[in-house]
């Protein structure tokens, strides 16, 4: 089973956002920290990017940092519920709207 966990830098919300720089960092790495402990590790399949994502929320087209990682998940090794609610903590902790969890098998065409 693989995983992919996607984060942004939020654009709405309450407290202020979209967060300050110190904070984004202290997110991504706050995340990398939960996902290496699920079985996330460079170099062995698994994979991060950083980069930008696009939207539309409300007609209006929005753009916002953005952090992912990928890797195969053994879930004989690893809880996916503790996975998820470890993410949920996270994000509620620095008042995120929410994280991108997608499960299942990669096809290579």
Not at 39 to 53: K, P, Q, Y
Not at 89 to 95: F, L, Q
Request: hydrophobic share 40%.
């Amino acid at each position: 089973m693989d995983i992919i966990v996607s984060i942004g830098r939020n654009v709405d919300g309450n407290p202020p956002l979209p967060l300050s720089e110190k904070d984004w960092l202290a997110y991504v790495t706050r995340v990398g920290e939960i996902v290496s402990r699920f079985g996330w590790l460079a170099g062995t399949g698994g994979f991060c990017t950083a980069g930008e994502s696009f939207y539309t929320d409300k007609g209006k087209l929005v753009n916002e940092q953005s952090f992912t990682w990928g890797w195969t998940f053994n879930p004989e090794f690893n809880s996916l519920n503790g996975l998820r609610d470890d993410l949920t903590e996270i994000r509620h902790e620095y008042a995120q709207w929410g994280i991108a969890v997608t499960v299942g098998e990669t096809e290579f065409v």
